[in-house]
Structure formats: C-alpha cells, structure tokens
C-alpha cells in the first residue's frame, strides 16, 4: 500500500506564491507517474500537472502553464509543485497521486493512490 501526504497548504495573497509537498511512502513505493490535481467543492476534479517517476517527463494543464511547476526528489521519495502568480481562482484543495503503471496522464481514474488533499486559499 501506497501513503501519499501533502503538505504546504495556506492562505496567500493574489500574486504570491505557494510550494506544495507530496511525500509518498510504503513497504516498496514505485510509480510511474505522480500527479497534482485541485477540486473546488461542487466541482469536478480538475488535473494540473504531472511528472514520470523515472525521467521527469511533465505535462501541464493550460490553466497552470508558466505558473506552476512540478519537480521530484527521486531520493525523498517527494513531488513537488511550485505555484506562482496566484490567482483568487486558484482556491481549492489541492491533491497528489500516484500511478503504477504506464497510462493517461490527466484523468482522475488514471491514478491509483491518492493523499487527503491539501487547502489552498488565495486572497484577493
């Protein structure tokens, strides 16, 4: 079994940053690829990023392109997404995942493990 844990969360100001935590743990953790998606109540899931394990392949969404980036530390076992110019719209919980084996990328069904989510509030 696969324990993702974000971390990183809070309250920041339009225009300000935020880096987010995802540290991955298990008797042997292995994925593919991990990914950060947010969820505004009410609201589908909506993906934001992912990276391959091996190889630091990334895809973004438009709506984060330039504005956010997504890292691993292969050694920490650890993903990173670091965000930029926050926009107001940019509130939700935010969530890492993992996937096993090698598929899409982008849809919420792609992923195997998820973390309990992360709440990300960005201030006018």
């Known amino acids: 079994q696969v324990q993702l844990v974000e971390s990183g969360g809070g309250l920041v100001q339009a225009g300000g940053s935020l880096r987010l935590s995802c540290a991955a743990s298990?008797?042997?953790?292995?994925?593919?690829?991990m990914g950060w998606f947010r969820q505004v109540l009410g609201k589908e899931r909506e993906f934001l990023a992912a990276?391959?394990?091996?190889?630091?392949?990334?895809l973004y969404a438009d709506s984060v392109k330039g504005r956010f980036t997504i890292s691993r530390d292969y050694a920490k076992n650890t993903v990173y997404l670091q965000m930029n110019s926050l926009k107001p719209e940019d509130t939700a919980v935010y969530y890492c995942?993992?996937?096993?084996?090698?598929?899409?990328?982008?849809?919420?069904?792609?992923?195997?493990?998820w973390g309990q989510g992360t709440q990300v509030t960005v201030s006018s």
């Open positions: 990276i391959t394990w091996i190889g630091s392949n990334t």
């Open positions: 995942a993992a996937q096993q084996s090698p598929g899409g990328l982008t849809l919420s069904y792609d992923y195997d493990y």
């Open positions: 298990g008797r042997t953790f292995s994925a593919y690829a």
